[in-house]
């Protein structure tokens, strides 16, 4: 299975940017959908954000990132990002993304492989 790993997580201020890559062990085919997920303390694991493969690429976004967030991929680099700004509080979590030859979707067993995670913290 493919080995997934995250970045550019940190520490920002309400109202700032950070752009989190996921950075991918092989060549990520068409036929991977590649999606961000986040887990607050105390609360379930999330979708946030999904981007097919193929030349199609469609994007989906969950409700609390809509609007604010944006997904993309460079299949040349075997790179996600997740382009988040606006950022508020609540988007406080550790952020993780998963691959899979799956359609877009928020649950998380379907997804075959994860990363470990990278922190976002919105605090002033």
């Known amino acids: 299975q493919v080995q997934l790993v995250e970045s550019g997580g940190g520490l920002v201020q309400p109202g700032g940017s950070l752009r989190l890559s996921c950075v991918a062990s092989?060549?990520?085919?068409?036929?991977?959908?590649i999606a961000w997920f986040r887990q607050a303390p105390g609360k379930e694991r999330e979708g946030v954000s999904c981007?097919?493969?193929?030349?199609?690429?469609?994007?989906y976004y969950t409700d609390s990132a809509k609007g604010r967030f944006t997904i993309s991929r460079d299949n040349a680099k075997n790179t996600v990002y997740l382009q988040m700004n606006g950022l508020k509080p609540e988007d406080t979590a550790v952020y993780y993304c998963?691959?899979?030859?799956?359609?877009?979707?928020?649950?998380?067993?379907?997804?075959?492989?994860w990363g470990p995670g990278t922190q976002v913290i919105v605090s002033s």
């Open positions: 998963a691959a899979g030859i799956v359609a877009c979707n928020w649950y998380g067993p379907l997804w075959g492989s």
């Open positions: 092989e060549y990520i085919s068409e036929h991977y959908a």
């Open positions: 981007i097919r493969g193929g030349s199609d690429a469609n994007t």
